[in-house]
């Protein structure tokens, strides 16, 4: 029947899922507020409860982001390149690397070019398409000139394109994704007689830096995998490249952010590609390619791929690090507002909840328990992203504050102390990024000040303001963008 209604109503469908992310969010927010009023024992069981939850998920991450960073360092020292190159067919693999691009100072391409150009992997069977959008203008054109002039000859091939603007697409990093690995394909399959059993697809972001052994990793992992055409690799993602330039509560969230991306690695019913990653050529072909009517295009290519293959689909780590940029600008408050509009654009993930939902309840030749881990692992983290703080930090104050009588039980008393105990013991969880943060980040370059290193742990203190001005709310105004039909445009992160 629900299916019936689905497919006889999509316009409606759509709109419908795409209001509930916006209300269960407000609705968990503003629960506290009104619930201490009518039912706070109620109330009180879910601030525990989630409190609970929260722990849960604090030694989990504690525990797993450790084993993950260890397996990252041995995975760094391991010689990839050679186990690859025993494999057969070693010599037909080629990889694509497609790098969409806009307005991105050619300082930043240039060191995205320099790391590629340390691969081990043989240079001459890489193959970048530098993706530049039609709208740059002069600008791009003369940057694709700056570039091939001086790395034109040090791959198997350093393409260039301009990504016109086409009625019908969203503006933004999946359709010029699509176009440059379109345009890549033709190249080097259509037209060069490229084989695209042995090719690879990666999606780079302009300011990423891959490991050198990335690509010998990946080709290893590549041959040695008989389900090749239905994984994507992942690997660490880390916003250590400017990490010492940032201002401090910018550097704080790219800490965590880098540790839960290595933490991430480890759950495979989480793990989910993310902002540049690799999988076969032929995958991408045969789905379709990316989706040019989007903004968030790494959930949105893994969940179509997932249903179009019937749920016979895994996103496999790769534990090697991939540095990226934190958000920076021009002054501290530009840095600020740019760390922000980055966390809002993440957070748009949850437009995708909608199709994710719809397909869900449409497929038919998936088993039902894989789907429904696959999606509410998904759902839950997108709905619980503006949630969490405001349940955390405020949740078990609020039945004593606003309910008199309440506070005078011995549940309402004691229920801001059990609070903080259990969430005392999820601190457990920032020993573990402390650790981690402070082994993988770069050393403070020459003319960085020295206090700043000194005082790296206490920056850690600024958490809570952090977690409400750069997680709740992009997070809570995302939702309610997407609940009101507000859709938000891409807008690239400035680099510096």
Do not use: C
Request: aromatic share 14%; charged share 20%; hydrophobic share 45%.
């Amino acid at each position: 029947m629900v299916k019936k209604w689905v497919r006889r109503h999509p316009v409606r469908t759509q709109r419908a899922l795409e209001i509930l992310p916006g209300f269960v969010s407000w609705s968990l927010i503003l629960f506290p507020v009104w619930g201490s009023l009518l039912i706070p024992t109620i109330v009180s069981y879910y601030v525990l409860g989630f409190s609970v939850y929260w722990l849960y998920r604090s030694i989990t991450m504690a525990i797993l982001s450790l084993a993950a960073f260890f397996r990252i360092k041995a995975s760094q020292r391991y010689n990839w390149l050679k186990d690859a190159s025993q494999l057969e067919h070693f010599d037909k693999v080629n990889h694509i690397i497609v790098v969409p691009t806009y307005k991105e100072p050619i300082t930043t391409l240039e060191r995205t070019l320099e790391g590629l150009l340390a691969q081990t992997f043989p240079l001459k069977r890489l193959h970048i398409m530098l993706s530049f959008e039609e709208r740059e203008g002069q600008e791009a054109i003369d940057k694709a000139r700056q570039l091939q002039a001086k790395y034109g000859q040090k791959f198997g091939h350093l393409w260039d394109t301009l990504h016109p603007d086409i009625e019908g697409e969203v503006k933004g990093k999946s359709s010029n994704t699509s176009w440059g690995a379109k345009e890549a394909k033709q190249l080097l399959i259509d037209k060069a007689g490229g084989d695209i059993n042995y090719t690879t697809i990666t999606s780079e972001d302009a300011d990423v830096i891959f490991d050198p052994q990335y690509f010998s990793s990946l080709t290893y992992e590549f041959l040695s995998n008989e389900k090749r055409y239905n994984r994507i690799w992942q690997g660490s993602i880390r916003f250590y490249n400017n990490i010492w330039k940032v201002p401090a509560p910018i550097r704080v969230l790219a800490s965590i952010f880098s540790v839960t991306q290595m933490y991430i690695l480890m759950r495979r019913d989480r793990l989910v590609n993310f902002s540049s990653y690799s999988t076969s050529l032929r995958l991408v072909d045969q789905i379709g390619y990316w989706d040019t009517d989007v903004i968030p295009e790494d959930y949105r290519l893994f969940f179509k791929a997932y249903f179009a293959l019937e749920g016979d689909l895994e996103v496999d780590p790769i534990y090697l690090p991939l540095n990226a940029d934190a958000a920076e600008s021009h002054g501290w408050w530009p840095s600020m507002k740019n760390q922000y509009e980055q966390v809002k654009r993440w957070a748009w993930g949850v437009s995708d909840d909608a199709y994710i939902i719809r397909n869900f309840i449409l497929a038919e030749n998936i088993p039902f328990w894989d789907k429904l881990i696959r999606t509410f692992k998904t759902v839950e983290d997108h709905f619980l992203w503006p949630v969490n703080w405001f349940a955390i930090t405020l949740g078990a104050f609020l039945p004593p504050l606003l309910n008199e009588d309440f506070g005078r039980t011995v549940i309402g008393k004691t229920l801001p102390q059990v609070s903080s105990a259990i969430l005392t013991l999820s601190l457990v969880s920032l020993l573990a990024i402390l650790f981690i943060d402070w082994q993988s980040r770069p050393d403070r370059p020459e003319g960085s000040s020295r206090l700043r290193s000194v005082l790296q742990p206490v920056e850690f203190l600024l958490l809570p303001v952090v977690g409400f001005f750069f997680s709740a709310l992009p997070g809570i105004d995302a939702h309610t963008r997407l609940m009101l039909g507000k859709y938000i445009e891409y807008k690239v992160t400035e680099k510096v």
